[in-house]
C-alpha cells in the first residue's frame, strides 16, 4: 500500500506560480499512474491533471490551458504539478492520487490512494 504526501501549496497572488509536490512511500512508485485533483470548498472534487507510470504520457483538464505541467521523477518517488497564471478561482485543496496500472486516469474513482491535500489560495 502507496502513501502519499502533497507539500507546496500556500497563498499567492493572481499571476503567481506555485509547485506542488507529491511524495510516494511504501510501494514500487514507477508501478502507479499518477493524478492530480482539487476540490474547492462546496464542490466536488474535480480532476486537473495525470501522468502515466513512465511519465512520457499526460492528460489535463480543460480548464488548465496551458498553465500548468503535470511531471513525475521516480527516481525520488514523486509526482510534480507545476502551475503558472494563477487566478482566484484555482484556489482549492489539491490532491494527489495513485493506481496501479498502465495509461492515463483521469476519473477520480479509478485512484485506489489519495493524498491528505494541500490548500492552495489565490487573490485577486
Known amino acids: 500500500q502507496v502513501q502519499l504526501v502533497e507539500s507546496g501549496g500556500g497563498l499567492v497572488q493572481a499571476g503567481g506560480s506555485l509547485r506542488l509536490s507529491c511524495t510516494a512511500s511504501g510501494g514500487s512508485f514507477s508501478s502507479y499512474a499518477m493524478g492530480w485533483f482539487r476540490q474547492a470548498p462546496g464542490k466536488e472534487r474535480e480532476f486537473v491533471a495525470a501522468?502515466?507510470?513512465?511519465?512520457?504520457?499526460?492528460s489535463y483538464a480543460a480548464f488548465v490551458k496551458g498553465r500548468y505541467t503535470i511531471s513525475r521523477d521516480n527516481a525520488k518517488n514523486t509526482v510534480y504539478l507545476e502551475m503558472t497564471n494563477l487566478k482566484p478561482e484555482d484556489t482549492a485543496v489539491y490532491f494527489c492520487?495513485?493506481?496501479?496500472?498502465?495509461?492515463?486516469?483521469?476519473?477520480?474513482?479509478?485512484?485506489?490512494?489519495w493524498g491528505q491535500g494541500t490548500q492552495v489560495t489565490v487573490s485577486s
Open positions: 501522468v502515466s507510470r513512465s511519465g512520457y504520457s499526460t
Open positions: 492520487a495513485a493506481v496501479l496500472g498502465h495509461g492515463l486516469k483521469l476519473d477520480r474513482g479509478e485512484y485506489d490512494y
